[in-house]
T-cell receptor
Framework: DVKVTQSSRYLVKRTGEKVFLECVQD?????MFWYRQDPGLGLRLIYF???????EKGDIPEGYSVSREKKERFSLILESASTNQTSMYLC??????????FGSGTRLTVV | RKEVEQDPGPFNVPEGATVAFNCTYS??????FFWYRQDCRKEPKLLMS???SGNEDGRFTAQLNRASQYISLLIRDSKLSDSATYLC???????????FGKGTSLLVTP
């Protein structure tokens, strides 16, 4: 089974801090994604990457950046965390659009 | 108009009931569709793909109506363990990323 591992299950950060959320997949997938999920808003795509060093903006990239230096790792960076970035962050990977596997999520609270 | 729209529910049904969810999508060029299931405080997991000809997996049937741009999920003989949020998903124009509906909440009661 494909495993997508997110480094932290729960995270609490202060406003203005730089925050790194890490995601690692073990099945050599080309495509990796970062979503955030909020009550009433559903899952919204922040960024995705279809190859090493390639990245594409999703629907809500503002305030975020990403890094994909190795195929298996896709990092989400909050340059200066704000309280409106408090959310559940979900990483996913896929070989094709059929096989989309999610990590178990990181619940980030910005205080 | 949102790209993928679902009735949020909740749908409360007794065990053994049949329940159906619909989902509409706005991009008529969309080619691929899915249903995902998300349990409380868990990540979404693929339930089934939706094919033009319709497809069935045990108690679950998914159908696609391209003319009206909607997708449906039918659950027969509901079990308590079917209680979850069901997410309608459409592949985006990029061909890589998935657009998720906000989900329909199902609660199956004894």
């Amino acid at each position: 089974d494909v495993k997508v591992t997110q480094s932290s299950r729960y995270l609490v950060k202060r406003t203005g801090e730089k925050v790194f959320l890490e995601c690692v997949q073990d099945m050599d997938h080309e495509n990796m994604f970062w979503y955030r999920q909020d009550p009433g808003l559903g899952l919204r795509l922040i960024y995705f990457s279809y190859d090493v060093k390639m990245k594409e903006k999703g629907d809500i990239p503002e305030g975020y950046s990403v890094s994909r230096e190795k195929k298996e790792r896709f990092s989400l960076i909050l340059e200066s965390a704000s309280t409106n970035q408090t959310s559940m962050y979900l990483c996913a990977s896929s070989l094709t659009s059929d096989g989309y596997t999610f990590g178990s999520g990181t619940r980030l609270t910005v205080v | 108009r949102k790209e993928v729209e679902q009735d949020p529910g909740p749908f409360n049904v007794p065990e053994g009931a049949t329940v159906a969810f619909n989902c509409t999508y706005s991009n008529s060029a969309s080619q691929s569709f899915f249903w995902y299931r998300q349990d409380c405080r868990k990540e979404p997991k693929l339930l089934m793909s939706v094919y033009s000809s319709g497809n069935e997996d045990g108690r679950f049937t998914a159908q696609l109506n391209r003319a009206s741009q909607y997708i449906s999920l039918l659950i027969r003989d509901s079990k308590l363990s079917d209680s979850a949020t069901y997410l309608c998903v459409v592949v985006s124009n990029s061909g890589y990323a998935l657009n998720f509906g906000k989900g329909t909440s199902l609660l199956v009661t004894p």
